[in-house]
């Protein structure tokens, strides 16, 4: 799988979320990709959840299969020899991620005047360019409001639009590449944090759900909006979530609870269709009455025997702990995870991607991620030709880290 975008060299100079994950997305797929630092690391080098000797955690995991580079970036040196690795020579090359502030000499004209097929994609917060971040854009979003069962917002854990937008910078650099590759023209494409969740709120409907309908979605606690779906506590204290949006699941629940004639009987009691995803909508809570004692006398053990093979669509609900020990996704008989030594760390389960290109052999793309500043001898001898000498010398300055 590491091959795929081989020929591909990319430099990423970033924080947090979103332009590390695409930086992460495109190095665990084949390319090249060179972050760069300040010398110390940016700031969310040291960023929770930490190891007990103080490495990141969080940092180690969204910079896996790059190289690091630490340069003092408030000096003019720095400065110029981070253009220099952003804009070096090669067909394949010329590519920058980021998402801090573009200007000056980190600039699209900057850059694009020292290699004019640049390509650079950059992640705003709003629109007109002033900041944003996932908790400030996703406040504003609607979804807060109607998670929950309503009186106060919920937020949740997820950076839903740090990861959305994260593939969006993936996606728009291979397609800005081959765009390239056609005309041999680059170009700075932009995407702001608050559109990707304006698009998204837009994408799943809710936006014309206001402006056809009049209708804001309301806070309905755990159930499925617009179908059946529920969860449900069991006899051990754990919880299940079962959905049945499709005719074929819903007889499937009811054959695998021994309930479908109690629940057949929903649909004239109540004038609902019970063929109909929107009459089980209205009905779930009558639905849902028959189906709690049923989950009540059972262990999330026996559910998950009286389900399994029955074409029931359920899930249990986990924390990360029970997700480690419980679920055999989340281990390495799922090829997607492998067990790899981290540096200052230790070993770690750790996710490749999650593409699957059949015919491609071994997986290659559990790579750890680097020491901060480990790849900045080389990148400055291989890349830009300096001798060593030149390159002890910025170190001696205080230039590379």
């Not at 995991?61 to 020899?81: C, F, H, M, Q, Y």
């Not at 990861?163 to 590449?177: M, W």
């Not at 629940?263 to 909508?281: H, Q, S, W, Y």
Request: net charge negative; charged share 20%; aromatic share 6%.
């Amino acid at each position: 799988m590491s091959s795929l975008l081989s020929d591909l060299r990319i430099v990423e100079v970033s924080a947090f979320v979103a332009a590390p994950l695409g930086g992460m997305t495109l190095a665990q797929l084949g390319a090249e990709v060179i972050r760069i630092d300040p010398i110390g690391g940016n700031i969310d080098y040291r960023r929770w959840p930490l190891a007990p000797n103080g490495t990141s955690l969080y940092w180690t995991a969204l910079n896996k299969a790059k190289r690091s580079v630490t340069l003092a970036l408030d000096r003019p040196e720095g400065r110029e020899i981070a253009q220099a690795i952003i804009t070096a020579s090669g067909e394949d090359a010329g590519f920058l991620l980021t998402n801090l502030p573009a200007s000056g000499w980190m600039g699209y004209e900057a850059l694009s005047a020292r290699r004019d097929d640049l390509i650079m994609l950059r992640l705003t917060g709003n629109p007109d360019g002033s900041a944003a971040v996932d908790n400030t854009v996703n406040c504003a979003g609607g979804f807060p409001m109607a998670t929950g069962r309503g009186g106060e917002p919920v937020n949740h854990v997820l950076p839903a639009w740090d990861v959305a937008a994260g593939l969006y910078l993936a996606t728009g650099l291979l397609a800005a590449d081959r765009q390239r590759r056609r005309t041999g023209r680059g170009q700075e494409v932009t995407v702001a944090l608050a559109d990707v969740m304006l698009a998204t709120v837009g994408n799943l409907g809710y936006l014309a759900d206001v402006r056809v309908n009049g209708a804001v979605r309301p806070p309905i606690g755990n159930d499925l909006y617009g179908a059946y779906g529920r969860d449900f506590p069991t006899a051990d204290g754990r919880r299940a979530m079962v959905v049945a949006i499709s005719n074929r699941q819903w007889k499937a629940l009811g054959k695998a609870t021994g309930l479908a004639d109690r629940l057949a009987m929903i649909g004239p009691l109540m004038g609902v269709d019970m063929d109909d995803e929107g009459g089980r909508f209205q009905a779930r809570d009558a639905i849902s009455a028959v189906l709690a004692p049923w989950f009540a006398a059972r262990t999330l053990s026996e559910v998950e025997g009286a389900f399994a093979g029955s074409g029931v669509l359920w899930g249990p609900y986990r924390d990360f702990g029970q997700l480690v020990a419980e679920d055999a996704r989340c281990s390495t008989a799922n090829p997607l995870f492998r067990e790899i030594d981290q540096p200052g760390v230790g070993p770690l389960l750790v996710p490749g991607s999650p593409l699957g290109f059949p015919g491609m052999g071994e997986r290659t793309d559990h790579r750890p991620a680097p020491g901060l500043g480990q790849d900045t001898d080389a990148v400055l001898a291989d890349l830009l030709g300096l001798p060593s000498a030149e390159i002890g010398r910025l170190h001696d300055a205080g230039i590379a880290g």
